[in-house]
């Protein structure tokens, strides 16, 4: 008999447990590679725009904000193409349920269509949002959620003096990712009664390798502005705004981590009883002349057997869950995250990696301790 069907025996000869161990694999190292997509999701950009954006903000808080004088100062910049003042604020539609929250945010027209390439208003509805001094465009996710369509007159709960924003519909993005609703700047300023400053600036570069120059150079020219800023790139501010819930990245690892270890004791307990179990076919097998070495050869063989089958198992898991999670996501703002959960072949081979790891590391000990046991105490144990 060779030592794959003798390892096999042993491990169909107690299915339950076998099964368990593999199921606890694979879905173990299906989490943990679940969240490297996810990690890596993080990381990579939303959208192929978002590497040519730039964000300016105050410096101190997210929420402080900027004079409109350092407009001028930013568009002087070199390798800028255009600068968009850009605000915002949370409303609420009908009632203050959670589900109800409308981001409201404001900026001028031209340079906002501009700057949000993503956005792709149709001609005409982009036209009469123009021509509109109180209009707003809204992002499809709103529109679906609320039943919204252009020309509906929209009333929002907001914190404005007067405690609403009216506004009507005069256009929708064909963006499928957004969830706001935008109006002009001006009619921004007259609700909140404060013409001169502004939430952040939204800056379109001219090219993705500009973009490090323009962020040093504003930083550079307004660091001794009354208002202390900050410029990043639009991923690295939108990295900030999900960690104001906290370290999101250093989450994830720490779940991954935790998950590792745990399914590391669950394999190494298994081995162990494994190992007991086989003192009788261990004595046998010294009896006959094979040396300490086909011992640890046959732990080994059933630990890597363990690693094979729960890493297979594994990358079914993580498809799944990242198809499940990408399929919930779909309809948020968070949609873009969940188009770049795709499993490559760096996932791929963590994966594997893990699995192995975790099989044969978890087999070694139990291995060699069974392989140095002498063969009279072996007898003795399993008689």
């Not at 593999?22 to 939303?46: E, K, P, T």
């Not at 963006?175 to 939430?199: A, I, S």
């Not at 948020?332 to 790891?357: C, H």
Request: glycine fraction near 8%; charge should be positive; hydrophobic fraction near 50%.
């Amino acid at each position: 008999m060779t030592p794959l069907r003798l390892v096999v025996r042993h491990l169909t000869s107690r299915p339950l447990r076998s099964v368990l161990t593999i199921a606890a694999i694979g879905l173990s190292v299906g989490l943990v590679g679940f969240l490297v997509l996810v990690n890596g999701a993080l990381r990579n950009d939303w959208s192929e725009n978002m590497g040519k954006r730039v964000m300016v903000a105050a410096k101190t808080s997210f929420f402080d904000r900027l004079p409109m004088a350092y407009l001028a100062k930013i568009e002087d910049i070199p390798g800028i193409k255009r600068v968009c003042p850009f605000d915002f604020l949370l409303g609420f539609y009908h009632d203050n349920r959670p589900e109800n929250q409308v981001p409201i945010q404001s900026a001028p027209a031209d340079a906002f269509l501009e700057v949000y390439i993503e956005a792709k208003v149709p001609a005409a509805q982009a036209a009469a949002w123009k021509a509109d001094p109180t209009g707003s465009i809204v992002g499809p996710i709103l529109t679906k959620h609320f039943g919204w369509k252009v020309g509906d007159r929209i009333v929002l709960k907001a914190p404005v003096p007067g405690g609403v924003v009216e506004t009507t519909i005069r256009g929708v993005m064909e963006y499928k990712l957004d969830n706001g609703v935008y109006v002009h700047r001006k009619y921004f300023e007259n609700l909140t009664g404060d013409p001169g400053q502004v939430g952040m600036y939204w800056i379109l570069a001219k090219t993705r390798n500009d973009v490090p120059k323009i962020t040093a150079e504003i930083e550079h020219r307004l660091e001794n502005a009354p208002v202390p800023i900050r410029a990043m790139s639009e991923k690295q501010w939108q990295l900030q705004f999900m960690e104001m819930l906290g370290n999101v990245r250093a989450l994830l690892g720490g779940i991954g981590l935790a998950t590792a270890f745990t399914l590391f004791l669950i394999t190494s307990n298994t081995l162990a009883m494994s190992a007991r179990e086989r003192r009788s076919e261990t004595a046998l097998l010294r009896v006959l002349g094979f040396p300490r070495v086909t011992v640890v050869r046959l732990l080994l063989l059933e630990g890597a057997l363990f690693a094979v089958f729960g890493a297979a198992l594994g990358l079914g898991f993580m498809a799944v869950f990242a198809r499940l999670v990408g399929a919930g996501l779909e309809d948020t703002q968070w949609a873009g995250i969940g188009a770049l959960l795709e499993i490559d072949a760096a996932s791929v081979a963590l994966v594997l990696g893990l699995s192995a790891v975790i099989g044969l590391g978890a087999s070694l000990v139990p291995a060699f301790n069974l392989s140095r046991r002498p063969i009279v105490s072996l007898l003795r144990e399993a008689a």
